[in-house]
């Protein structure tokens, strides 16, 4: 039997109980963790090693993050902030403010968050291909994935 400790991810945030101690409440955590990827931490301290930050890859929209339908919907016109990113890889793919991004690949999109979590395994400069919905039609793109860089 191997006994070896294998690493899944790496921690990102813990969930701690409401209320603060000065206040009375109690702290600590609830139980509640979200972590990365490992193959997406080794690239990032890959990266902080080589070259002192790290990028994350981008499609260069802003979401909806209060659409409750099916997929992860570009803010439409007026939605605040910039709905499709000028010049960026979702404008060369033809996508549009109101658009909703149904797949990844073939594997299915049912959130913003979901979107994001995807998109973020991947590096900038991979090719993906994004199924998306405008006026009840569906339509797949390819698409490039850019570069943001943080650190």
């Known amino acids: 039997m191997d006994t070896r400790a294998r690493v899944i991810g790496i921690n990102s945030a813990i969930r701690?109980?409401?209320?603060?101690?000065?206040?009375?409440?109690?702290?600590?955590?609830?139980?509640?963790?979200?972590?990365?990827?490992?193959?997406?931490?080794?690239?990032?301290?890959?990266?902080?090693?080589?070259?002192?930050k790290a990028t994350h890859p981008v499609i260069g929209v802003s979401l909806d993050m209060g659409y409750?339908?099916?997929?992860?919907?570009?803010?439409?016109?007026?939605?605040?902030?910039?709905?499709?990113?000028?010049?960026?890889?979702a404008d060369k793919a033809g996508i549009a403010p109101g658009d909703v991004i149904k797949k990844v690949d073939s594997s299915p999109v049912h959130s913003g968050q979901e979107l994001i979590v995807k998109i973020r395994s991947h590096?900038?400069?991979?090719?993906?291909?994004?199924?998306?919905e405008r006026d009840g039609k569906e339509r797949t793109v390819p698409l490039t994935l850019g570069s943001a860089s943080s650190g």
């Open 68 to 89: 409750q339908g099916d997929g992860a919907r570009v803010n439409p016109k007026g939605g605040g902030g910039t709905p499709v990113t000028r010049g960026g890889p």
């Open 123 to 132: 590096r900038p400069g991979d090719r993906l291909t994004l199924t998306v």
């Open 16 to 52: 701690s109980a409401g209320g603060s101690e000065a206040g009375g409440g109690q702290g600590g955590s609830i139980g509640l963790g979200f972590a990365i990827p490992i193959n997406q931490a080794k690239r990032v301290a890959e990266e902080l090693i080589n070259t002192g």
